[in-house]
């Protein structure tokens, strides 16, 4: 069952910041009128959050005249770290000012006295695995901009999966004119990182806007791409201790054969791509590898094989290079794919992308390395910045260019 969620163009409005008069300069309505659209109780004042200034700074209010404190949670916005306390003016609004900050999405809430909360004055959202947070998008990217293009449409996707036995959910963005034509298209599946959900990369990740440019400027072949939930969860709503199994047994048996069947795409190998971010990375190494002859593309973004180095990508004593301390469990698991010469011939690209001031730095380049010694070529860009949304759509803009050519 498919139900459209957001086409391209009517999230549009992200951009449409205009001039706002400053919260503290409004005059209160009168008591009882609930003012635009509620949000707000009698009396309160009304307020505007969040406000895009001209030189990308972000204003962020919240009439809470009875609260003690305020704060702002917003992980990816650069330089916020504890300076987040939001200052209450005498109309009872709180409010802070940030930035300036890089072109991009950036999802937030305010913490009143001890308690989230998503921005009452802000339609715009963006789920993760257990919340929902507020969205704010700073224009100036020329990439994830909301463009004068023609734009594709992204549709929330239900299905069941039988290797789960639970119903199950994924985001699909088809390009420009998939509904106008009966031709097929190339799929590239594009997974997600720990925490987030099948929304993420479609809101805060912008990836229908960046796909619709790519594809406007000819950068990029038009794609359908499929965006599912890489968390599985247990019977006591817990992220399952098998949860990387769990998902490859889901993408396998019920996500592909879904795609195949119920989309326009091309099922051969050269038409076929899968990339991820963080678990997403892993989770995309987990399913390529074993299947290498289904995907002539890896991507695997702030990434690599999480977990099979002791002492890499956590901060800690930089592991031995690989090859040098012996295989990992996982090298000797895919041994057999890794070393076959036939499936190397038809595979496209294998491509890496990690900040430098990213945690899992180590990681990727342990995973490069491994890759290397079994006679692959990987593609590594060490980018600046760390493990954010702002690499991450980077990485998106990089990749999929270099896709189905």
């Not at 300069?25 to 949000?39: D, F, I, V």
Request: glycine share 12%; proline share 7%; net charge positive.
């Amino acid at each position: 069952m498919t139900r459209t969620l957001r086409s391209a163009c009517l999230v549009a409005g992200l951009l449409a910041v205009g001039p706002i008069v400053p919260a503290s300069a409004q005059a209160p309505p009168a008591p009882g009128q609930g003012g635009r659209g509620g949000g707000r109780g009698p009396g309160l004042p009304q307020v505007t959050s969040p406000e895009v200034m001209a030189d990308k700074r972000i204003a962020f209010r919240i009439a809470a005249p009875q609260a003690q404190a305020v704060r702002l949670t917003a992980s990816d916005i650069p330089g916020l770290g504890q300076a987040s306390q939001l200052t209450k003016g005498a109309n009872g609004v709180w409010e802070i000012t940030v930035g300036p900050v890089p072109s991009g999405g950036y999802r937030y809430n305010f913490n009143v006295d001890g308690v989230a909360t998503i921005d009452p004055r802000n339609p715009l959202t963006s789920e993760s695995q257990n919340n929902s947070w507020s969205l704010v998008y700073v224009p100036g990217s020329d990439f994830a901009d909301a463009r004068n293009v023609l734009h594709g449409g992204v549709t929330e996707v239900n299905y069941y999966s039988t290797a789960l036995k639970a119903d199950r959910r994924m985001h699909v963005y088809t390009p420009p004119g998939y509904d106008t034509n009966n031709r097929k298209y190339p799929v590239f599946y594009l997974l997600h990182g720990a925490g987030d959900s099948d929304d993420s990369w479609s809101t805060v990740g912008r990836a229908g806007f960046i796909l619709d440019n790519l594809i406007n400027d000819k950068k990029a072949k038009p794609m359908v791409v499929v965006m599912p939930a890489g968390h599985t969860r247990g019977p006591a709503n817990q992220i399952a201790a098998s949860a990387t199994d769990a998902f490859v047994s889901d993408f396998v048996t019920d996500i592909m054969p879904y795609v195949q069947k119920n989309y326009r795409v091309l099922t051969d190998r050269a038409n076929t791509a899968i990339a991820g971010l963080s678990m997403g990375g892993l989770q995309t190494l987990n399913i390529g590898i074993p299947n290498l002859e289904k995907f002539a593309y890896l991507g695997v973004y702030s990434s690599g094989l999480i977990g099979a180095f002791p002492g890499a990508g956590r901060g800690g004593t930089p592991a031995p290079a690989a090859g040098t301390g012996g295989p990992t469990e996982w090298e000797t698991r895919n041994t057999a794919k890794l070393d076959d010469p036939n499936l190397k011939k038809g595979l496209k690209l294998v491509w890496f992308g990690t900040g430098k001031e990213d945690f899992l730095l180590d990681t990727t380049v342990k995973t490069v390395d491994l890759f290397k010694k079994h006679g692959f070529s990987p593609v590594f860009k060490e980018s600046g910045g760390g493990h954010t949304w702002m690499n991450w759509r980077d990485y998106l803009n990089e990749f999929a260019p270099q896709l189905f050519q």
